[in-house]
């Protein structure tokens, strides 16, 4: 039996789980996951990317980070930033959707999405934002998820090789 447990990181777990943390961001980056960073990506620049950041944006409230495992087994990570412009203050967005390749398709991206909603009405949002890049194996994640797409900017960004421009597709959904 597969047991997933997500569980939102407090200000004082965050300096515990930030190798974790790098570990998957870098798997995740290494295997093409289009998160806005570059190859080659190593342990110590996703530990660089959480500790200066990531984790002072949680420690500020402005940011929520979830922690999901694999049957006791770190396997991804979601972040929902909280904190936009005075006059968005009903919206959040999902950043850094992250699952480790090895618990792929095993129900983790859909635990951490359901988590995502749940935080984002307990913050009192209404409205949560994300963009992916176009086609990319989580796209059918976040439609499954209720997410529909507001549009397409073609060429917005590198694939994380380098070689290409992908485009990205803009979400939203309405709790």
Do not use: W
Not at 72 to 78: F, L, T
Not at 96 to 125: F, N, S
């Amino acid at each position: 039996m597969t047991a997933i447990a997500i569980h939102a990181l407090g200000a004082d777990e965050l300096d515990t789980h930030a190798e974790v943390l790098a570990g998957i961001m870098a798997e995740t980056v290494s295997e093409g996951a289009a998160i806005g960073y570059m190859q080659p990506f190593t342990r110590a620049d996703g530990l660089r990317f959480f500790e200066e950041q990531v984790f002072p944006e949680v420690r500020a409230g402005r940011r929520r980070l979830l922690l999901a495992t694999l049957n006791g087994v770190p396997a991804g990570s979601v972040q929902l930033i909280l904190s936009l412009p005075p006059n968005q203050p009903h919206r959040c967005e999902v950043a850094k959707m992250m699952v480790a390749p090895a618990a792929r398709r095993k129900g983790v991206g859909r635990a951490l999405m359901q988590a995502v909603d749940a935080e984002a009405v307990a913050a009192g949002k209404r409205l949560v934002t994300l963009d992916t890049r176009t086609g990319d194996r989580a796209e059918p994640l976040y439609r499954a998820a209720g997410f529909e797409t507001a549009g397409v900017i073609p060429g917005f960004a590198l694939d994380p090789d380098g070689r290409a421009l992908h485009a990205t597709t803009y979400m939203y959904k309405t709790l």
